[in-house]
């Protein structure tokens, strides 16, 4: 993801802390040292010397090495330490999961599970971390799940998505999605949204991942009070957070709704932050850029543009840097600076035929290039940019844009006095045009072929 994978797993950790705290907090049996370990028993029943071991002892001392096993991730990742914290991790981690299994406590066995995941991630063990996901959703199989276990399936969801595997983290986040619905937590049924449409964005689902950033945004309208002030606090990875708030502002950017766009980036940036999540960063500063751009702000437009690049520069983010350069070039052209505008689309067109699968985005920049060209008087050099987007377009089968680049080449063609040749590019722009159904575009079209004629 680009991210520092160390800081967000000391983020999930310190999390996890709080919500142990918490719930020693509540219940004097956890709050202290365990009764079994302050009377000097053994600190793990050994069940056959002791077959009806105590339910309280065993959630206690589940408990403690559940908090051991955090402590181990935490020291390893603060003191950059070999992997003998990691595998003492594992240990804690493995005995709390068979202590909450001996009480009966399958809440607290899928925290195990899941912190038995984190580990095995870092010492590159998939397979295994993969094993224990599969065995925490077992868990939920008889009986089934309720509405207090909604944060269980986020948590695997959110940790099936770091492996990569989006077909089973999209499956935890609708049952996530399903259980907070119906327990009425409007905050936590958002949160499963945005996770799903962080998978279905990285998968490459564009209109499904729109979808569901929308649905998110819909329920966080509903919630007030503190849950509102803390969006997708559910997730335990800060850039989950980030990436979540991102679809939002997006959303809301592309609906005018600029106040609600900007507190979201800028929250979004916050949490990237957090986690030296440069990439993440970059968006929500493009993001800031291009509000700011939309409201005349062209001093903070530029400040931003050029720190959003610099972080994309660095991890390496060619499509984010391609599409800001795009958005600096309109800018640009708004502004009369031709010549900014046509070296920000030569460079971001650069980039767009660097990466494999952006034809469309390459081809649309192309159009903005004849465009330049042609009212420049740069004539010949319009005439490569819409012709080969033409191809582009008639590649992609694309009726519409390859209508409007023949129209741009009918437009130079005509200007340098080939009236045959633009005639016949603009009566094939208006059949395309009507093939696409842009029927005032086609009439338009007709009628400069028509106008060539005479």
């Not at 929250?267 to 957090?274: D, E, L, V, W």
Request: aromatic share 6%; with cysteine.
């Amino acid at each position: 993801m680009g991210f520092d994978r160390t800081l967000v797993l000391i983020a999930a950790l310190a999390i996890a802390a709080t919500t142990l705290a918490a719930r020693g907090a509540d219940d004097p049996a956890k709050s202290g040292a365990c009764p079994a370990a302050a009377a000097g028993a053994a600190s793990t029943p050994d069940v056959e010397l002791d077959t009806t071991p105590n339910p309280d002892r065993l959630r206690c001392e589940a408990d403690e090495q559940l908090r051991q096993g955090d402590e181990q991730l935490r020291q390893y990742l603060e003191m950059d330490e070999e992997n003998q914290r990691l595998i003492d991790a594992q240990t804690a981690y493995g005995k709390a999961r068979d202590l909450y299994q001996q009480a009966g406590d399958r809440s607290g066995q899928a925290k195990a599970l899941l912190g038995l995941a984190r580990t095995q991630d870092y010492l590159d063990q998939d397979q295994e971390a993969l094993d224990q996901l599969a065995a925490a959703r077992a868990l939920y199989r008889q009986p089934p799940a309720g509405g207090t276990d909604a944060a269980i399936f986020l948590a695997v969801g959110e940790m099936a998505q770091t492996l990569d595997h989006g077909g089973d983290a999209r499956a935890d986040y609708r049952r996530a999605i399903d259980l907070y619905h119906r327990s009425g937590d409007r905050a936590g049924e958002a949160a499963a949204w945005a996770g799903l449409g962080i998978v279905d964005q990285r998968e490459g689902d564009a209109p499904a991942a729109r979808d569901d950033f929308a649905a998110a945004r819909a329920l966080l309208k509903q919630v007030r009070g503190q849950a509102a002030s803390r969006p997708f606090a559910q997730f335990r990875d800060p850039s989950n957070r980030g990436y979540g708030l991102l679809g939002v502002a997006d959303l809301a950017q592309q609906e005018g709704a600029t106040a609600e766009a900007k507190v979201a980036y800028a929250k979004a940036r916050t949490f990237f932050q957090q986690v030296t999540d440069r990439r993440g960063e970059g968006y929500a500063l493009f993001g800031l850029a291009e509000l700011a751009a939309g409201q005349g702000d062209v001093e903070h437009a530029h400040a931003y543009y050029e720190e959003a690049r610099g972080w994309f520069q660095r991890v390496g983010e060619q499509d984010g840097e391609a599409r800001l350069l795009v958005s600096r070039a309109a800018l640009a052209r708004r502004l009369g600076d031709t010549e900014q505008a046509r070296a920000d689309y030569q460079e971001a067109q650069h980039l767009f035929g660097r990466m494999e699968g952006d034809e469309a985005d390459r081809a649309k920049v192309l159009l903005e290039l004849g465009a330049i060209d042609r009212d420049s008087d740069e004539q010949e050099f319009a005439a490569q940019s819409y012709d080969l987007a033409r191809h582009l377009f008639r590649r992609l089968g694309d009726s519409l844009g390859e209508a409007q680049a023949l129209s741009g080449l009918a437009e130079v063609e005509r200007a340098g006095g080939d009236r045959d040749l633009a005639r016949r590019d603009f009566e094939t722009a208006a059949q395309l045009y009507e093939a696409a159904g842009q029927a005032d575009r086609a009439a338009r079209a007709k009628a400069q072929a028509d106008g060539l004629a005479e």
